[in-house]
């Protein structure tokens, strides 16, 4: 059962648009067992069109095409399609209905342009679209499918969910596939590989493993193929099990859950309130924390010290030692994290300094050295971290470290290395 | 001059990233008078590569290849361009020079796997990686061009701009296209249509207006094509000396500089310092104004402040104020303008209150309810605004309008609704 998306539209082609549409698509029909071979994003072109589905045809048993719908007179869609399956336009009464509906709640009258998106080829199946007015179109060909949907996300995706999907399952005979996403925060993408191996070389042959990195982060994407849901529930399971007695300290959560958020939930259940006090974060820690809704309830606020007396003035970090130390130094990082956990009067308060870069870096404290801190009931944990050369990565991997090492002491899981 | 983008991933086709890449090329490739005709999205797979290829080569001049560099196993790419090319890999010293480089800056040692990334096929020119290990790979054919890019984003980025779109206008014809673009922030898309409406209708036929929205920001990009380069300068000088004249109070720059950007260039050019005070924001002005590299002259340091505590403690809030007008109102906002300028002892300081939402709004005050203050030389100006409902929104464009709402105070153009 191989599916391939066509989306046509100009606007995708020079980047106006991009394309989520094939992505939503390509998640739906994956998790219901179809298997997604190719994307293409072609221009409103009869000849195009024409030549796509063609390509498509000879892998794929079903074609999902999306754009080229609207009202405006620059979609050659249907009458493109009418010639492919060798068929016409004509009126269709119920499609007419439906239209008319749409308008009559807007208020509007119906125009001769969108009249006309009632004719639809004779030997389709039209699908109901409840959002818009144009109708979808399913046509059958040597048990192959064809299927013709609106761009508008807003009007195709339901056309989706409750037309196409169940319409798809009754004609063929779908596999189970089951994904579980590992989230892991660290090390790099080649250091996870390396540490996972054996693990990896011992996968069962239904079962793909894919590294899915993003800045800061490695996702490890977990793919069983089989028969049977609960069984290849229990492998997955397993495997996951194996693999936290190699990599458990790198992993923060499951399913696409943000770094952020997981931590925000830690500190709800061990119901823990946390502040921070950043230098070379900038910021960026408390916005990530309060970017998840009701973090309100552990998040008390930041000390954003970026000068020198404003880490003396508000957090009270020593002035000699910053002199003596310099601000990217154990000493006043660790003296940030203090200052912060008692000024906020929270459990516990990370703290940053480092040199983010680009200018700012010496031979001792290349740019990327990063001191994080965390005051906690527990006393002050230290960490010197070297990131890269790139400012924004920088302060990303910082913040997502300190974050990370927030979680791990919340929970009580944190050993030095 | 034909393209066509191939983008190789099972996490596209799946869903799980969405296709970003193919959108951002396509746009600077239509700014380079390159046409985009087809884009692809396909999987590891050797035969889909090979068969893509083949057929995009029956269109295209210039195929871009994004995905399948990494240094794990799954990455097949690198070998099925060898024997698509019929040559081989060949250990490339260049490319392992800087893949040792990268990781002497990371302290890290360079496994095998790192090490294979420096075989490369012989027959192609190597484009440098300036964010990775990955290089990528110009490969010339029939007077055909094939070019290979890892697909993380940053990696690529900076490979297409200064490696490919050079090597691309060296060796094709591409007509001149002038482009500029008019940065505005302050109201949607509709709204400056609207606006611009008159001016719109009346550009001359070698003159394209496309509207570009992001969150909270939208970009109007003129496209001038031509033979005369001076002339495509001259007549959209002239345009944009109108567009002036109809939103100059939108316009925060030119030309996809950001916004934080242009706030920090100003504040430099008149030699003034800033603090933030935040709340609703949580730190996101802080971290923008941070993300910007040399921030440090001008930025001193933030106060977060999302507990009422922490506003009457760092910022001197009255606390009878926060008890009787609620922390989301005109009082507060001012207090902590005030609190933050006379703390950080800087010429400005921004204050955010509001209510980001999802929850916390109420009849009075709905959700996306937002004041926002600035306190200067002069005295403190507050504005209130109502964003919508979406809590990233809110924050972005809150931050956002509080910082050309600080530009245009520091230029002595503000004037209050």
Known sequence: MIAEIISIGDELLIGQVVNTNASWMGELLNRNG????????????????????????????IILLTGGLGPTKDDITKHTLCE???????????????????????????????????????????????????SGMWFEKNEKVLVSMPGVPFEMKPMMENEVIPRVKAKFKTPVILHKTIMTQGIGESFLAKKIEDWENSLPQNIKLAYLPQPGIVRLRLSATGENKIKCEQIIAELIE??????????FGYDNILLEEAVGESLKLHQKTVATAESCTGGYIAHLLTSIAGSSSYFKGSAITYANEIKENILGVSHEDLEKEGAVSETVVKQMAIGAHKKFETDY?????????????????????????????????????????????????????????????????????
Not at 374 to 384: F, H, N, R, W, Y
């Open 242 to 251: 194996k693999l936290k007695l190699l990599i458990g300290d790198l992993i």
């Open 34 to 61: 179809i298997k997604v071979k190719q994307i293409k994003v072609i221009a409103d072109d009869k000849k195009d069109i024409l030549n796509s589905i063609d390509n498509s045809f000879k892998s794929a048993d």
């Open 349 to 417: 308060a990370i703290a940053t300094s480092g040199i983010a870069g680009p200018d700012g870096g010496t031979e001792g404290k290349p740019v990327g050295t990063t001191w994080i801190a965390i005051a906690g009931p527990d006393g002050v944990l230290a960490e010197k971290h070297h990131f890269g050369e790139h400012r924004g990565r920088n302060i990303r991997r910082a913040a997502l470290t300190a974050l990370f090492m927030l979680k791990k002491i919340v929970e009580g899981k944190y050993s030095p290395e």
């Open 84 to 134: 492919y399956f060798d068929t016409k336009l004509v009126f269709n009464e119920d499609a007419f209905s439906r239209i008319k509906e749409i308008f009559r709640l807007r208020n509007f009258k119906v125009s001769a342009v969108n009249k006309a998106q009632a004719d639809l080829p004779e030997s389709c199946t039209p699908l109901k679209n409840i959002n818009g007015t144009a």
